[in-house]
């Protein structure tokens, strides 16, 4: 029964309804009368039997030395760094001989899948390349001018930029032009390239990783091969897997659990949303804010980046700890644009590219006891590489990838891939720039869990002693543990197609290329509610979630990998290769 309001009452059913128009009824608690949210109670467990198959590879399975699923700047930097050791070892005359390198990407064309600010720091180009100099890397322009505001809902104010923000020495950049030269270096190198094919298992024999199983291609909304351009999985063989597969990767996180590996506090995210603009009026500077349209007790901020005179980047960036359960990153964006800082640039303009992206934040304590074990490392951001406070990740993947690439070179010298062999890997991160960076402000993201200015005080307390107050661990809870509430109802928001843009439009800008009759790759869990599934609706940016009255309906075409509702609710699962979104400049 469908009351008045359009929402189910004690007793009744909630229908979730799939893609390939299947119902399920999912019976909603009788006492179910508060909006509280507590979405771990409601997300499905992981599918490790999927992401751990414990055969080894098949009889044609490609043989590859080294495997590296991504082809993000963790997994290009490894695999560059490791040819090149590779190459400087047999022409000094050593024993390794010809190595099988490889590198497995999901997206249909490298960089179709990367999405970041973003200003960068060149340390690791300089690490990689030695004897490049900056104006050889794929970097826009240095950074000039900066400036961090306090927005009100009508007004900026202009404060001192925060030591951990100041970007002296940086670079602002397109990731993926960053991820299409470093493919083209490793090609370079004898790198393999494999755009299009995303890893769908992790072959173990007796507790050892031993290769890679590619997901299958071409297939109908049933499962089964939809026609002559049905592509079956591949089994590629390694001695080394590496695991770059970006945020919330599910081969990683299977691994991980796995092996009973785990960190001192859990990892905890936030979604960032971006546009990119071609515009009349240029900025000279780049932009932080804080502040509105966010409240005390969400965090996050913005950020508005120059690229060319004619071009600039602007995003918002929200934890995904937020309490209103109505929050709504991609149209907060929308109304955020609406303010005079952003709106006298992106007046006249037009918005050329859209996406969106999850981003690990639980910083030092969220960083896995250890990243190796028998045949594996885990790289990048899917080990947790990323500072907050200083807004930086990229140059971490990259060393990340260098310092594996370089005690794999030694395990396989030794002939030895063990876990006991690959462990210096782990041990380099942890005495590297990454690791001492991350303990430095270890406690800076964290610090905001009850508020903007309490946070604040705290975070500035911690920059001026170095990190060193407060001394200890400040304990997190992992984001679906959090319990939100159905905020107010606010206005519906009525985008303007100029300034503006719903979430279809959004989509459509992101180039997305994901076949309508796709098999389902979201795993919803049972005993959704009302609650739950607008919460959904509002947090997922692509509009892959929609109530309509008792009724969840999944537009899985929608989805644009950002990963955001894997992190609290449904589980996001590898598809079919070439699926998702096709950036060109994010």
Same mark, same amino acid.
């Given at each position: 029964?469908?009351?008045?309001? +359009? $929402?189910?009452?004690?007793?009744?059913s909630f229908?979730?309804?799939a893609?390939?128009?299947t119902?399920? /009824?999912?019976?909603i608690d009788?006492d179910?009368?508060?909006? @509280?949210?507590k979405?771990?109670?409601?997300q #499905?467990a992981?599918? @490790?039997?999927?992401?751990?198959v414990a055969e #080894?590879?098949?009889?044609?399975?490609?043989?590859?030395?080294?495997?590296?699923?991504?082809?993000?700047?963790?997994g290009?930097?490894?695999?560059?760094?490791?040819?090149?050791?590779?190459?400087?070892?047999?022409?000094?005359?050593g024993?390794?001989g010809?190595l099988?390198?490889?590198?497995?990407?999901?997206?249909g064309?490298l960089?179709?899948?990367?999405?970041?600010g973003?200003v960068?720091n060149?340390s690791?180009?300089h690490e990689?390349?030695?004897e490049?100099?900056i104006d050889?890397?794929?970097?826009?322009?240095p950074?000039g !001018?900066?400036s961090?505001?306090v927005?009100t809902q009508?007004?900026?104010? $202009?404060v =001192?930029v925060? =030591?951990?923000?100041?970007n002296?020495g940086n670079y602002l950049?397109?990731?993926c032009e960053i991820?299409?030269?470093l493919?083209a !270096?490793a090609?370079?190198?004898?790198?393999?390239i494999f755009p299009?094919?995303p890893?769908?298992s992790l072959l173990?024999?007796e507790?050892?990783v031993v290769?890679v199983?590619?997901?299958?291609?071409?297939?109908?909304?049933?499962?089964? =091969?939809?026609?002559?351009e049905?592509?079956?999985?591949?089994?590629?063989?390694a001695k080394v897997?590496v695991l770059a597969?970006?945020?919330?990767?599910?081969l990683?996180?299977?691994?991980?659990k796995?092996?009973?590996?785990?960190s001192?506090?859990?990892?905890?995210?936030?979604?960032?949303v971006?546009?990119?603009w071609?515009?009349t %009026?240029?900025?000279?500077r &780049?932009?932080h804010?804080?502040?509105?349209?966010?409240?005390?007790k969400?965090f996050?901020? @913005?950020?508005?980046?120059?690229?060319?005179?004619?071009l600039?980047?602007l995003?918002?960036?929200?934890?995904?700890?937020y309490?209103?359960?109505?929050f709504?990153?991609?149209e907060?964006?929308?109304?955020m /644009?609406?303010h005079?800082l952003?709106?006298?640039?992106?007046a006249g303009g037009?918005?050329m590219e859209? +996406?969106?992206k999850?981003i690990?934040?639980? +910083?030092?304590?969220?960083v896995?006891s250890r990243r190796h074990?028998?045949?594996?490392?885990i790289?990048?951001d899917?080990?947790?590489y990323?500072?907050?406070?200083?807004l930086?990740?990229?140059?971490?993947?990259m060393h990340?990838?260098?310092?594996?690439?370089?005690q794999?070179?030694?395990?396989?010298?030794?002939?030895?891939?063990s876990?006991?062999?690959?462990?210096?890997?782990?041990?380099?991160?942890?005495?590297s720039?990454?690791?001492?960076?991350l303990? /430095?402000?270890?406690n800076?993201?964290?610090?905001? !869990?009850?508020?903007?200015?309490?946070?604040?005080?705290?975070a500035? *307390?911690? %920059?001026?002693?170095? +990190?060193?107050?407060p001394?200890? !661990?400040?304990?997190i809870?992992?984001?679906?543990? /959090?319990?939100?509430?159905l905020?107010?109802?606010?206005?519906?928001?009525?985008?303007?197609?100029e300034?503006?843009?719903?979430k279809a439009d959004a989509?459509y800008?992101?180039g997305?290329?994901t $076949?309508d009759d796709?098999p389902?790759? *979201?795993i919803?869990?049972?005993?959704?509610?009302p609650?739950v599934a607008e919460? *959904?609706?509002h947090?997922? =940016?692509a509009g892959v979630y929609?109530r309509?009255?008792?009724e *969840?309906?999944?537009n899985a075409?929608?989805c644009i990998?950002c990963?955001?509702?894997?992190? &609290?609710? #449904?589980?996001?699962t590898?598809?079919?290769?070439?699926?998702?979104?096709?950036?060109?400049q994010m």
């Amino acid at each position: 029964m469908v009351h008045a309001s +359009g $929402r189910p009452g004690p007793g009744d059913s909630f229908l979730f309804t799939a893609p390939c128009n299947t119902g399920v /009824k999912m019976p909603i608690d009788p006492d179910h009368v508060s909006p @509280s949210i507590k979405l771990i109670d409601v997300q #499905p467990a992981l599918p @490790s039997e999927r992401f751990l198959v414990a055969e #080894p590879p098949d009889a044609e399975a490609v043989p590859m030395d080294v495997v590296f699923v991504g082809g993000g700047p963790a997994g290009l930097a490894g695999a560059i760094e490791l040819a090149r050791l590779v190459q400087r070892d047999r022409e000094a005359g050593g024993t390794l001989g010809e190595l099988e390198i490889g590198v497995l990407e999901k997206a249909g064309q490298l960089g179709e899948h990367n999405l970041s600010g973003a200003v960068v720091n060149p340390s690791a180009f300089h690490e990689l390349f030695p004897e490049l100099s900056i104006d050889d890397f794929p970097l826009r322009q240095p950074v000039g !001018k900066e400036s961090v505001y306090v927005l009100t809902q009508s007004a900026s104010i $202009r404060v =001192p930029v925060p =030591p951990t923000m100041k970007n002296h020495g940086n670079y602002l950049a397109s990731i993926c032009e960053i991820v299409r030269w470093l493919g083209a !270096k490793a090609e370079e190198y004898g790198v393999n390239i494999f755009p299009g094919f995303p890893v769908d298992s992790l072959l173990t024999d007796e507790g050892r990783v031993v290769g890679v199983r590619t997901t299958p291609a071409g297939l109908g909304r049933d499962g089964k =091969p939809g026609g002559p351009e049905a592509m079956p999985a591949m089994d590629l063989s390694a001695k080394v897997t590496v695991l770059a597969e970006g945020t919330r990767g599910p081969l990683s996180q299977a691994w991980l659990k796995w092996q009973g590996i785990t960190s001192e506090n859990p990892q905890i995210f936030a979604l960032g949303v971006k546009e990119l603009w071609k515009v009349t %009026t240029p900025l000279d500077r &780049v932009v932080h804010t804080m502040g509105w349209p966010l409240s005390n007790k969400t965090f996050g901020g @913005s950020f508005m980046y120059p690229l060319e005179d004619d071009l600039v980047a602007l995003g918002l960036v929200v934890g995904l700890d937020y309490p209103d359960a109505r929050f709504d990153v991609h149209e907060t964006l929308q109304k955020m /644009k609406l303010h005079p800082l952003f709106h006298r640039y992106l007046a006249g303009g037009e918005m050329m590219e859209w +996406g969106a992206k999850t981003i690990p934040e639980g +910083g030092y304590y969220s960083v896995p006891s250890r990243r190796h074990g028998d045949g594996l490392c885990i790289v990048g951001d899917s080990a947790g590489y990323v500072e907050v406070s200083s807004l930086k990740g990229i140059h971490y993947a990259m060393h990340s990838g260098i310092l594996a690439a370089r005690q794999i070179f030694e395990a396989l010298k030794m002939g030895d891939t063990s876990e006991a062999a690959l462990s210096g890997y782990s041990d380099a991160v942890d005495a590297s720039v990454i690791m001492r960076d991350l303990r /430095k402000r270890r406690n800076m993201r964290l610090a905001f !869990k009850d508020g903007l200015f309490s946070g604040g005080l705290r975070a500035g *307390l911690m %920059t001026l002693t170095g +990190g060193a107050i407060p001394s200890g !661990k400040i304990a997190i809870e992992e984001d679906a543990a /959090k319990i939100c509430q159905l905020g107010d109802i606010q206005e519906q928001f009525r985008p303007d197609g100029e300034l503006t843009f719903s979430k279809a439009d959004a989509v459509y800008k992101s180039g997305n290329q994901t $076949r309508d009759d796709i098999p389902q790759h *979201l795993i919803v869990g049972e005993g959704i509610t009302p609650e739950v599934a607008e919460m *959904l609706e509002h947090m997922c =940016p692509a509009g892959v979630y929609e109530r309509d009255g008792t009724e *969840l309906i999944i537009n899985a075409p929608n989805c644009i990998d950002c990963k955001a509702t894997d992190v &609290v609710g #449904p589980r996001w699962t590898p598809r079919e290769g070439g699926s998702g979104p096709t950036y060109r400049q994010m």
